[in-house]
């Protein structure tokens, strides 16, 4: 058994002065530079103003659609196999179009549960959902975040309502073979 | 016996194997498509190659039969190669639709590629394009252009069913299979060509798109359609139960009916039906099994829990002077000897009736595995009635003015067509509990004092069903889909105040996706 | 030289009625042959060292002697489904010879102890089919089919079948299925035909030519016919000669005669004065000889087979040098993916394939690697299905690449045929 000394600080650290001084000090500075300089202000004034993601940012996801406006989606249920938290739901019917031959009556996305790691875009054979630049989505209750198939698709801040086309169209993925 | 040399192991096989036969019998992996088990040898997918020690051509196993002192590999170098070229040419006009192909997950192709392949194909031309979405009858659809032609579903019907529906059309890559012309693919086995279709070309209606198979888990359980008692394996998940396929058993070969197919129905506490077109179309539920016991007092419903129900009744029990008991073939025999034993020390053995839905056709049989008896045990039934002396009475709609009458009701109902004629007569009694797996819409609707009460359906207990001939087939539970429901044994164990332990349903509100890698053979 | 067994007649047009056959000795070695016991029949002819004249070889002595002793109706099958392009015997010796072939299967017949034999004719063969018929009449009338032939004591039935033109139904269980009513698919071996054939019971089938030859070995006897041709293949053989040379038809040679002096002497040399490039020996199954081969080469199974060729059913396909060897190969891969049966995968799939390959060639799609690519599909395909018909899809790719790779290299790379030029492009 043995004694550890500790050493303890002196009075002038003890009272934590030189660290507020310098800490308000940086506080004021700031403050001034912003009043003078707001463009180069580090913030912003939410909900006024709103700060541009890249486009490749990762946020509430989206269904595309067809040059017909029909959703991409073939409801191979991929992405949900492929989702972590199990928040993807599908119900897939039989289409009248042969070359079509199925698609989702039903996709939900439980937006409380997802994780936003895109696995789901990566497991898309068709380019049928992404992730997208959208991150603001309030609600009321718990309800208003399941997102259904419309919602998904043709949400009216996607496109004016007509939803956002996929990258790939029908006949030239066919012509690539995928 | 014949002595032979199987991928270097010495192996000793009956006369008159093949070799492919020899290869499975000593669980050593061989590719193959064409071949089946249950059907003749047509030798057209050239993929079960093997080199035949002193034979400088490779041989396809299934048409070789074992000779004494054979050498036989499919490890070497030459029958690697040939299996690899074997699957390219199956694949070079295979549409490689996975993602929307029902059969992803418990597919040949994929299966055998991943065991077998594992190459980059190097066919850079255009594939040849063929039918998708072909309505060959009531229950099947085909997409020619997935077909790999391996003609089990032709073989099927000239051989098993002998309806002779299918046949391949055409030559060379155009080749595809077809029915003729009005002549559907619709007999009472056409769905086991789906089963025994290596890829997804032929798909079931009633299965299409409900689900990908790797949600599903299987479990082995008897089929309970008819007499027969098939050998079935039942895939299920936390929603329900979603189809049901026959296992290889000397009961029912490799086969089963497609009426059997339809049991799973019974066990799902919603049906799904799909209202609307494309863009509108919506998908709705109806509530099938009965997940609370009901009381009906004069069109009104009261809602208990089934155990509640049952105390309440003990309590009375005493009370009941004239009683009756009705029993369907649909209950294991276990069920049968707790039911009738309680009962004949309870009230007698006066009063037992046996609801027979179509006796007269009993004993009818196709000549393949249908039967005429659509109650899974029948036979059990008889046999526990003979046990404890009861001679059982059989015209039901007789019974009036009984203080009780316990129905133990039939879990598929569909095949009962008197039971709107027999919950009529009922509903003339002060009393009736019916125990039944479903809602009893007939009974409901009857008027009069009715008590359900929600029982198990064969995939949620353990038992025994003897069928048509006798032979015990003893199964065990697979999953439970309604937490309140109960055997008719602990529904007695309850009425003679024993206590029961009622297993719950996993109340979990989402769990983690389940994978089942091992799916389906071919 | 040319050697007239089978041929001999065939100017002459009275030969292909009964009267006139019989004016040059028709029927009296039917005579001769129902003096003779059935099974010295079949010695005499496993004798003569006679191989079948249809393409695979096979002695037909040997063959005959497969069926078993158990008592089952035995069929004779005569194979006049003559597909192989550019072969045009059968044919002719139908339309010339008829009872030549009618003597020579009654006699088969009455060796194998067979009551009923079918003539297998193919669908585009019309006016033969109507020959045949009409002989078959004349030799009903005469006595010559029917119950007790000739006083013998046998009885044999004979009837013509027209199948509707597959190549496929040329292969013998291929022509037993179209023949059954069914689809002319091959059917798995084993049980060869020998043993479980037409309707499950034991069947012999032979071609034409084959069939008319054992009327000769009649004739002459075993000795006699076996000096014509070489140790191993005995007897004389029909060439069906096609291409650029100045007189093409049917000749009839000893086996084992020189290639180039068929060429040179009897088809009267190659047509304008144009250099010989390439010949196809026995039918477009059978991998090509360039000029250097052909001047070695002997009309014999031997020597062929030691060129890696064969001589199948001896149709000869000669070429010129203005002859480009892509476009060749392309129509001989577009008749095998037409005529491929589509039972066995490593065909049906692997004969589109070639095809689309070659004609990427031909179209400007291909690349150099291709080349090689259509060897290896190729190499692959072969021997590993039911019939030969993927070995016959195989072996001419096999040929014709590796000798005229240049051609096809410079085809890619070009976009036009090294032979001739960019004009035909």
Redesign the interface.
């Known amino acids: 058994m043995s004694v550890i000394r500790v050493q303890r600080p002196k009075m002038s650290r003890s009272w934590y002065l030189p660290g507020i001084l310098s800490g308000m000090g940086l506080t004021f500075s700031t403050m001034i530079k912003n009043l003078f300089n707001q463009k180069k202000m580090a913030t912003l004034n939410y909900p006024e103003e709103k700060y541009q993601y890249s486009a490749r940012f990762k946020g509430n996801h989206v269904l595309t659609v067809k040059e017909d406006g029909?959703i991409r989606c073939?409801?191979?249920?991929?992405c949900?196999?492929a989702?972590?938290a199990?928040c993807i739901t599908i119900?897939?019917?039989?289409?009248?179009d042969?070359?079509v031959?199925?698609?989702p009556?039903?996709y939900e996305i439980d937006m409380l549960?997802c994780v936003f790691c895109g696995y789901c875009e990566e497991a898309c054979?068709?380019d049928a959902i992404r992730m997208g630049p959208e991150w603001q989505t309030p609600g009321e209750n718990g309800d208003n975040f399941v997102y259904d198939i419309k919602h998904l698709a043709y949400r009216a801040n996607l496109n004016d309502g007509k939803g956002v086309p996929s990258v790939v169209e029908d006949k030239d993925r066919h012509k690539l073979?995928i | 016996m014949l002595k032979c040399t199987i991928n270097g192991k010495e192996v000793e096989v009956k006369e008159g194997t093949s070799i492919i036969e020899a290869f499975r019998e000593h669980s050593e992996d061989i590719a193959h498509y064409c071949w089946h088990p249950g059907l003749s040898?047509?030798?057209?997918?050239?993929?079960c190659?093997v080199e035949i020690e002193g034979n400088p051509?490779?041989q396809i196993a299934c048409?070789t039969p074992v000779t004494d002192g054979m050498v036989v590999t499919n490890q070497s170098e030459m029958v690697k190669?040939?299996v690899k070229?074997?699957l390219d040419?199956?694949l070079?006009?295979h549409p490689l639709d996975c993602?929307?192909c029902d059969q992803a997950g418990e597919c040949g192709l994929q299966d055998q590629y991943m065991k077998f392949g594992q190459y980059d194909s190097?066919?850079?031309?255009?594939?040849?394009k063929k039918?998708?979405?072909v309505d060959l009858g009531e229950k099947i659809v085909l997409d020619t252009e997935r077909c790999?032609?391996c003609s089990r579903c032709v073989r099927f019907t000239e051989e098993v069913s002998k309806t002779n529906e299918l046949?391949?059309f055409?030559?060379?890559?155009?080749?595809e299979i077809g029915t003729y012309a009005g002549k559907p693919l619709n007999n009472d086995y056409a769905v086991n060509t789906v089963d025994i279709c290596p890829v997804g070309a032929l798909t079931s209606k009633d299965f299409?798109?409900?689900q990908?198979v790797?949600?599903l888990k299987d479990k082995p359980s008897v089929c309970t359609g008819c007499s027969t008692g098939c050998s079935v394996d039942v895939y299920y998940n936390k929603e329900g139960m979603w189809r049901v396929k026959p296992r290889h058993s000397e009961v029912n070969g490799y086969w089963m009916c497609d009426e059997g197919r339809e049991i799973y129905k019974s066990t799902n506490v919603m049906t799904?039906d799909?209202v609307g077109e494309?863009?509108s179309?919506?998908?709705v539920k109806k509530e099938n099994r009965l997940t609370q016991a009901i009381h009906i007092n004069a069109g009104d419903k009261n809602y208990k829990t089934a155990t509640e129900s049952l105390n309440s009744l003990k309590e009375k029990l005493d009370s009941y002077s004239k009683a009756a008991l009705v029993v369907t073939g649909q209950y294991t025999s276990e069920e049968y000897d707790a039911l009738l034993g309680f009962w004949k020390s309870q009230f007698g053995t006066d009063n037992v009736y046996h609801w027979a839905n179509n006796e007269a056709q009993f004993n009818d049989f196709d000549g393949l595995l249908i039967r005429g008896d659509k109650n899974p045990n029948t036979k059990g039934l008889l046999q526990a009635l003979e046990k404890h002396g009861i001679t059982a009475k059989k015209d039901v709609t007789s019974l009036s003015d009984q203080d009780l009458v316990v129905v133990a009701g039939p879990e598929n109902q569909w095949v009962y067509d008197d039971i709107h004629v027999i919950a009529k007569a009922l509903a003339s009694n002060k009393k009736v509990i019916w125990m039944s797996a479903c809602h009893v819409d007939a009974a409901e609707q009857a008027g009069g004092h009715f008590h359900f009460i929600p029982t198990k359906t064969f995939a949620e207990k353990s038992g025994t069903f003897v069928n048509f001939d006798g032979r015990e087939q003893s199964f065990e539970a697979v999953d439970l889909f309604v937490d309140q429901a109960l055997s008719l044994t602990e529904a007695v164990a309850l009425l003679k105040g024993e206590s029961v332990e009622l297993s719950e349903t996993n109340k979990v509100i989402?769990?983690?996706?389940e994978?089942v890698h091992e799916r389906g053979q071919l | 030289m040319e050697v007239k067994l089978l041929t001999e007649h065939y100017s002459d047009d009275n030969y292909r009625t009964l009267e006139g056959y019989k004016a040059k000795g028709g029927y009296e070695d039917l005579a001769k042959a129902f003096k003779m016991k059935p099974e010295d029949i079949i010695s005499e002819v496993k004798a003569s060292g006679l191989r079948g004249r249809g393409g695979a070889g096979f002695p037909t002595g040997v063959k005959w002697g497969f069926l078993p002793n158990n008592g089952e109706t035995r069929y004779l099958l005569c194979n006049a489904d003559e597909g192989e392009p550019c072969t045009f015997k059968d044919r002719m010796m139908m339309e010339r010879a008829p009872h030549q072939l009618i003597e020579g299967m009654i006699i088969s017949a009455f060796a194998v102890n067979s009551p009923k034999s079918y003539i297998y004719i193919r669908g585009e063969y019309v006016y033969a089919t109507r020959v045949i018929e009409k002989a078959l009449k004349e030799a009903y009338d005469a006595g010559l089919l029917g119950k007790n032939i000739m006083g013998s004591g046998f009885d044999h039935d004979m009837d013509v079948y027209v199948g509707a033109g597959?190549y496929?139904c040329g292969e013998e269980t291929g022509m037993i299925s179209s023949l059954e009513g069914k689809?002319g698919q091959p059917k798995?071996k084993?049980p060869f035909p020998a043993v479980q054939g037409y309707l499950k019971k034991p069947t012999i089938v032979n071609n034409v030519e084959t069939l008319a030859a054992v009327k000769y070995i009649i004739r002459d006897g075993a000795e006699a016919y076996k000096k014509h041709g070489t140790e191993k293949s005995t007897g004389t053989k029909l060439f069906s000669v096609a291409g650029d040379v100045n007189k093409p038809g049917n000749y009839e040679v000893p086996l084992g005669y020189p290639m180039i002096d068929l060429i040179n002497n009897e088809c009267g040399g190659m047509k304008n004065g144009k250099k010989l490039k390439a010949a196809i020996p026995g039918g477009t199954s059978a991998p090509i000889l360039n000029a250097e081969e052909v001047e070695r080469a002997t009309l014999d199974y031997e020597c062929l087979a030691e060129m890696g060729s064969m001589l199948g059913s001896g149709s000869i396909v000669i070429m010129d040098e203005t002859r480009c060897m892509v476009d060749m190969l392309k129509v001989i891969a577009h008749f095998y993916?037409?005529?491929?049966?589509?039972?066995?995968?490593?065909c049906?799939?692997?004969?589109?394939?070639l095809h689309?390959?070659v004609s990427?060639v031909v179209n400007g799609t291909a690349q150099v690697s291709?080349i090689d690519?259509l060897c290896?599909v190729a190499n692959?395909?072969k021997?590993?299905?039911?019939c030969a018909l993927s070995d016959a899809a195989a072996l001419p790719v096999l040929g014709i690449v590796p000798k005229f790779r240049d051609e096809f290299q410079f085809f890619i790379e070009q976009g036009y045929s090294k032979v001739q030029g960019r004009a035909n492009a």
């Open positions: 029909d073939t409801a191979c249920m991929l949900a196999t989702c972590p199990d119900v897939a019917s039989e289409d009248e042969p070359s031959e199925k698609y009556i039903n549960r054979p068709v073979g | 040898v047509a030798g057209v997918c050239r993929l190659m051509r490779l048409n190669d040939a070229w074997g040419f199956h070079i006009n993602p929307i190097e066919m850079g031309q255009a594939k040849v039918k998708k979405v790999i032609l046949g391949i055409n030559r060379g890559d155009h080749s299409r798109f409900r990908r790797w949600f799904t799909f494309r863009g179309a919506k998908a989402s769990v983690s996706n994978f | 597959a496929i689809k798995l084993p993916h037409h005529e491929s049966c589509g039972q066995c995968t490593p049906r799939e692997g004969t589109g394939w689309k390959l990427g291709d690519l290896e692959k395909m021997g590993r299905t039911i």
